[in-house]
């Protein structure tokens, strides 16, 4: 008997509406499980970066997106104890390498729903709000859920040839495979404050501020419209109960802002977590999301995170389920996935440990090296997938390849849709024979070469006659010559070769 879905997704968080919108346009069965009937109401996270707006542009949501989110023109300031600025990380509006801007803040709900809108789109993506999955039981060639209705008391069950657990953060899924975590360290409590101003009050900046008192490190977020973020860090012998009391929560932010200005959206007390699953999947069982991985937001990475894990995993799905790919692919998401996820945590642990600090002698240590300019640490990382589908780590394999646009003005995405692409100059091109190329055109692979020009740049940058680009714009491989190119097809029937 065939399972009921190809694909069964617990949790309708960011990560799990992400996957199922890119599941659903590869045209396979999804059924979307939720626990709750509405969207989570409260904020929390606020940026994403250009990477993940390039996969809500891939999911044909860009325009949606960017109707609900301001690029990061303004950067962030590190301010003292006293207020003096010690150091400025400009921000920028301007086309970054992914054809975007590098940063967008948002409200979380508001980009929820945009997500859960266009699944609309795909009427074999079924969704069950409402719905707790119990359990999950792993067979020989699919999974069986179990599912309550939450309202009727109603017990059902369904099978799915493949499960996600996209279950957030006390996920199910992860206790059912079993997985050991990683602790890299970090569990901080902070409590965060949100406000809606009731105008628009002169003295809070436009830009995000750190406030770097070691007696309190706080963070500032102009969100979005009149949405504002404090981020407090609780410090020894606070009392986290009285602290989140309407009067004390305002003496804490009284320095920009009181009562009469805003009116409170939440205040609340998260302890930030810095742990990773070291197992991702299990037979028919994984992981993604907050359910693989939890950081400190102090890189804004978390939800960016899972949507990484969805675009991962959606075409190596889509892959197998379509018997284009042995089953044999799917070990790669999580063994390409989670050393890029270690790299962002462990940065967010480093910065964590920075704006963190209370000892004052250290905090002054700090700040002077804070005002000879922008530390290393404050790059934004480009880690290298771990091992897995592609190869040569001596090049640009294993990194996200950069968006230009096409002679025609369309952004390079566009053109390769959801498939792989292969960027090659005519000189290249011009030498492989007429077979190979036959190959490559019935190959499905979206062929572009370098008669546009800033593609040709990107190739020149990257010192690169060819470059081969997977579904979620990864590269698989790169090639200099004939021969080489012709070393790239093992890579691609990985993936793409009809499997008997
Ligand atoms: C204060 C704060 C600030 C943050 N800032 C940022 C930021 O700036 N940038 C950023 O990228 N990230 C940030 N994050 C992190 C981000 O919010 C999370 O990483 C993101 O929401 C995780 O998405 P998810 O889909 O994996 O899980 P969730 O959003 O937690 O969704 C999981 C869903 O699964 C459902 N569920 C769970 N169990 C079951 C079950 N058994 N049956 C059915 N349904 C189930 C839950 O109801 C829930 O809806 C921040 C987080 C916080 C708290």
Not at 89 to 96: C, P, Y
Not at 459 to 471: K, N, S, T
Request: net charge negative; proline share 7%.
């Amino acid at each position: 008997m065939s399972p009921d879905f190809d694909v069964a997704i617990i949790g309708m968080g960011p990560a799990g509406a992400c996957l199922a919108n890119w599941l659903g346009a590869y045209g396979l069965s999804v059924l979307v499980i939720e626990r709750d009937t509405e969207i989570y109401p409260l904020p929390r996270a606020v940026h994403f970066d250009g990477e993940v707006m390039r996969v809500f542009e891939t999911l044909g949501l860009r325009e949606q997106i960017e109707a609900i989110s301001r690029p990061g023109q303004v950067g962030m300031h590190f301010n003292n104890a006293d207020g003096e600025t010690l150091l400025i990380r400009a921000g920028s509006s301007a086309n970054g390498p992914h054809g975007c801007a590098n940063n967008h803040y948002f409200h979380q709900p508001e980009l929820e729903a945009v997500l859960r809108d266009a699944l609309r789109r795909y009427p074999h993506v079924q969704v069950r709000l409402g719905h707790e999955v119990q359990d999950v039981v792993d067979g020989a060639n699919s999974a069986t859920l179990h599912l309550l209705e939450l309202a009727s008391g109603r017990r059902l069950e369904t099978q799915a040839r493949y499960v996600v657990g996209c279950d957030g953060a006390r996920s199910l899924v992860r206790k059912i495979i079993d997985s050991p975590m990683l602790d890299l360290g970090l569990h901080q409590p902070w409590l965060v404050f949100d406000v809606r101003l009731k105008a628009p009050l002169p003295g809070l900046p436009e830009y995000t501020v750190q406030h770097c008192d070691p007696a309190r490190p706080m963070t500032y977020c102009n969100v979005t419209g009149n949405r504002r973020r404090w981020e407090i860090m609780l410090m020894p012998g606070d009392d986290p109960e009285a602290l989140v009391q309407p009067k004390t929560l305002w003496s804490l932010v009284s320095r920009w802002v009181h009562p009469e200005d805003a009116e409170l959206e939440r205040a609340a007390i998260y302890t930030f977590h810095s742990v990773i699953a070291q197992t991702w999947r299990r037979g028919h069982l994984f992981l993604a999301g907050d359910a693989a991985h939890q950081t400190p937001p102090f890189l804004g990475q978390g939800m960016c995170a899972g949507i990484r894990d969805a675009a991962n995993l959606a075409w190596k799905l889509h892959a197998v389920l379509r018997g284009q790919a042995s089953d044999a692919l799917l070990d790669s998401y999580g063994t390409e996935r989670l050393p890029h996820v270690q790299a962002f945590i462990e940065l967010a642990v480093k910065l964590g440990d920075i704006i963190q600090t209370t000892d004052p002698q250290a905090a002054q240590e700090r700040d002077a090296r804070f005002r000879c300019g922008q530390p290393e640490i404050f790059h934004f990382p480009t880690p290298r997938l771990g091992p897995g589908c592609w190869h040569n780590p001596e090049n640009s394999s294993g990194q996200v390849f950069p968006q230009p646009v096409l002679a025609d003005g369309r952004l390079m995405d566009s053109a390769l849709g959801l498939g792989f692409g292969l960027l090659v100059t005519r000189s290249l091109w011009d030498q492989v024979d007429e077979a190979a190329c036959r190959a490559w055109n019935q190959s499905g692979v979206t062929v572009l070469d370098d008669r546009h020009p800033a593609l040709a740049d990107v190739l020149r940058a990257q010192g690169v006659q060819a470059v081969l680009v997977r579904p979620d714009r990864y590269v698989a491989g790169v090639a200099n010559d004939p021969a080489q190119l012709q070393g790239l097809w093992p890579l691609l029937s990985q993936a793409l070769s009809p499997v008997h």
